[in-house]
Every structure is written in C-alpha cells, then in structure tokens.
C-alpha cells in the first residue's frame, strides 16, 4: 500500500524557519513527481512546490526565494525547506505524489506560522 507519510510542521514565529519532510512508503517505484500542497482555511488547496523526476522544479510565486524543494530518490524522501516564514504561510502542507499516473496524497501537517 502506498503511502506518504509528512512529519515537520509546527508553530513558527514570522521570519523564522521550517523543515517539512515526507517518506514514500510500500512501493517499489519511484514517483514521477512528487511536490506539496497547501490548503489555508476558507481556500483552496494551491501547489507549492514540485519536483519532477527530470529535475525540474517549480514553485508558486508567493514562495518563490524562500522555499527550496528537496528530493531523495535512494531515500524515497521529498523535503521542502521554508524560510523567512510570513503569516500568511499557515496551512496545512499535504504532500503530494504521482506513480503510475495515479495521484497520491498525505494525511497533512499544520504549519502556523505567528507571533
């Protein structure tokens, strides 16, 4: 069974930083794409970041200079790193993936970022 476990997420003060990190788990593939979501409440859930397996990457351009994404292939492990955190970051950050042409998401963790 494939999952997508996260771990990282937490209350942050503006300006500061944050790790997110997600394993894929029960598959002997690797993901073509694999990137994170996010979802604030009362909005839609938007693409942050993704990394293709080419190794492309794109973020949203609200993040653009702040975010990196990471990827481990060996690992099976994606990462995106958030600096310089503004309110207006807080949501819940779902990893995301696709193998096979199906979509695979995480269970999600809370990012609050706030003085």
């Known amino acids: 069974q494939v999952q997508l476990v996260e771990s990282g997420g937490g209350l942050v003060q503006p300006g500061g930083s944050l790790r997110l990190s997600c394993e894929h788990r029960g598959s002997i593939f690797d993901m073509y794409v694999m990137g994170w979501y996010r979802q604030a409440p009362g909005n839609q859930r938007e693409m942050v970041a993704t990394f293709t397996g080419g190794g492309r990457r794109d973020y949203v351009d609200s993040v653009k200079g702040r975010f990196t994404i990471f990827r481990d292939n060996h690992l099976k492990t994606v990462s995106l790193q958030m600096n310089s955190l503004k309110p207006e970051d807080t949501a819940v950050y779902y990893c995301?993936?696709?193998?096979?042409?199906?979509?695979?998401w995480g269970k999600g963790t809370l990012v609050t970022v706030s003085s």
């Open positions: 995301y993936g696709n193998e096979n042409g199906v979509d695979y």
